[in-house]
Structure formats: structure tokens, C-alpha cells
């Protein structure tokens, strides 16, 4: 295990089993099961930080984990209990507890399924130029930060590390998995998005767009995989600074870039080490996310 000055781990080290690293999560191959392992790596503009954030993969790995029995659909998740690995796993238990979780093996679909329900980042930039959100007309009038008359759906291509996802309209989803497949993953993505939303917004919490991933089971029905409205993979608003024309301080790593861009950071890597008070901020705002969300502290 590596860890930095705050230990915060940056990368987890197991002998003998085979690893595949993304930005965050270092994933270990079982055979028929994979061990997913959440670091407290953060990333910025596609750009991995050679500082880590403490604690931050443990809430990446347990909201995901209160999601997942949230909506109580089909998922990859076998357990999150170290005592039940595998005994080749049982030496590393302590560093394991609380940031990972042992799921099965399923064929993903390469599509990045992704929710708006109001009109911010990205989107709200394609719609100032043309009126549209991934090529999908919108009526006029909208500002900035505004609710959606209604949520999209709007994919990506998955892109590899350091590159940048591609936005795709339905038509190129359907082109890409099929029309029956891409039907499902819009029809799933919106649902858990809506059903995810109202409960956050009865904690306080605008969820204004968030990212699902998707694999497949023998029989070709989805299965909810990789990690599940985390401040990574969301953006979440508090309810109480929401205001229509401006972005409100959203519970991620937003606070992270607007640092980077206030040094003027170029969106290149290297990447720059984060100063302490900046780290000890970000932590506190992803407990923060986690404890309004989950109703609890972070074990």
C-alpha cells in the first residue's frame, strides 16, 4: 500500500493477483469475481493529482454501497464485508475495510449513461451556442443552473485515461449496443436518476446530473455496475445556496478545480501537489456529502 504525507492512499499493492488501475479505483482480477479498491486519488480535468484526499475513497465506496441497497436493482455487488473475501485477501483486511467491495464479473456496456435534470457544465455551454444538449433541441429560455422541463439522457463513449469522453445522441447509442439495449439504458438511467433525486431533495440536496454504468447478464438484462452517485460521478448542489442563473457550490471535486484554475493550471499532466488547506476542504466536503445523503457518519 502507498500513502502520502496525509495517508491518503494512493495505490493499493496486492502480490501475486493481477491489477488494473483507473483514475481512482484499482481493480484486482479473482477469476470470477473482481475486488474493486477505492483510493483517495482525485482527478481534475482528466489529470491524476499526486496528492490524495483522505477518507474520500471510503465515501466514494459507502455511498455506492447505500445507493446500491437504495434502489435495490440488479448489480455486480457479491460483498462488501472483508471478513467474507477470500482468504488470499484476509492479510490486507484492515486496509480494505470500509473502500472496497468484491463484485462479480460482468460484460459492460461501453456506454457512459449520463442524467441532466438541470442545465449546468457542459450542457449549459452546448445550449448558449445552439439551443441543444448532445444534439437534442431544447425549448428557448433556460439560464444557467435552471431545471429541465424534463430529464435527458445524454451518453458518452467511454474514453480512456486521459483522453475525453465523447458526447453521443440516442441514435449513436443505438447504433453502438443496439436499439432494444439503448432503450433499456435510457429507460434505466432516467428512472434511477428521478427516484434518486426526490430522495435527495428531501435531504437537502439537488442532484443536477450524475453518471450510471451498465453491464450485462447472460440473458442480456442490466446489471448496475461500477461506482453509483458519488461526488465523483454526480453533482450534487445544496438545496439551500440553489439559486437559477449561477452554479452553487457543489459537495465534489469542484472546489479542487476552481483552485487548479486559480493557479492558472494548464489541464495537463503533471498535475500540481494540492496544498493542505485545500485537501482538508475537499475532505470535508465529501463527509459532508456522504453524511446528508446516507443519514450517518462514515464508518
Not at 429541465?148 to 440516442?170: M, N, R, S, W
Request: glycine content about 8%.
Amino acid at each position: 500500500m502507498i500513502y502520502d504525507k496525509n495517508h491518503a492512499l494512493l495505490e493499493c499493492e496486492i502480490p501475486g493477483i493481477p491489477r488494473k488501475s483507473g483514475k481512482v479505483r484499482d481493480v484486482f482480477d479473482l477469476g470470477d469475481r473482481l475486488l474493486m479498491v477505492v483510493t483517495d486519488r482525485i482527478s481534475a480535468f482528466d489529470v491524476i493529482l499526486p496528492s490524495g484526499v483522505p477518507d474520500k475513497g471510503k465515501v466514494l465506496n459507502q455511498l455506492s454501497l447505500f445507493w446500491l441497497d437504495f434502489f435495490g436493482v440488479k448489480n455486480h455487488l457479491v460483498t462488501a464485508n472483508v471478513d467474507e473475501y477470500p482468504d488470499v485477501l484476509k492479510p490486507y483486511a484492515d486496509e480494505l475495510r470500509g473502500r472496497s467491495m468484491l463484485v462479480r464479473k460482468v460484460k459492460m456496456i461501453e456506454v457512459e449513461c449520463i442524467a441532466r435534470g438541470y442545465l449546468t457544465g457542459s450542457g449549459w455551454k452546448e445550449y448558449q451556442k445552439s439551443q441543444t444538449v448532445n444534439g437534442e433541441k431544447l425549448r428557448a429560455g433556460y439560464e444557467n443552473a435552471s431545471k429541465l422541463d424534463e430529464v435527458l439522457f445524454t451518453p458518452t463513449t467511454k474514453a480512456a485515461i486521459g483522453d475525453h469522453d465523447e458526447a453521443i445522441d440516442y441514435a449513436a447509442t443505438a447504433r453502438l449496443v443496439g436499439e432494444p439495449t439503448a432503450k433499456a439504458l435510457k429507460d434505466a438511467t432516467i428512472g434511477l436518476y428521478t427516484k434518486a433525486a426526490d430522495y435527495a431533495l428531501g435531504h437537502g440536496i439537488i442532484i443536477a446530473d450524475t453518471k450510471f454504468e451498465f453491464g450485462q447478464d447472460e440473458d442480456g438484462s442490466l446489471i448496475l455496475a461500477d461506482e453509483v452517485l458519488t461526488p465523483d460521478s454526480s453533482r450534487f448542489w445544496p438545496q439551500s445556496s440553489y439559486r437559477v442563473g449561477a452554479n452553487p457550490p457543489s459537495l465534489d471535486k469542484q472546489y479542487v478545480r476552481d483552485w487548479l484554475d486559480s493557479i492558472h493550471f494548464n489541464h495537463q499532466p503533471p498535475g500540481p501537489e494540492l496544498p493542505d488547506d485545500v485537501i482538508a476542504r475537499t475532505r470535508g466536503i465529501y463527509l459532508k456529502a456522504y453524511a446528508d445523503l446516507s443519514g450517518r457518519a462514515l464508518a
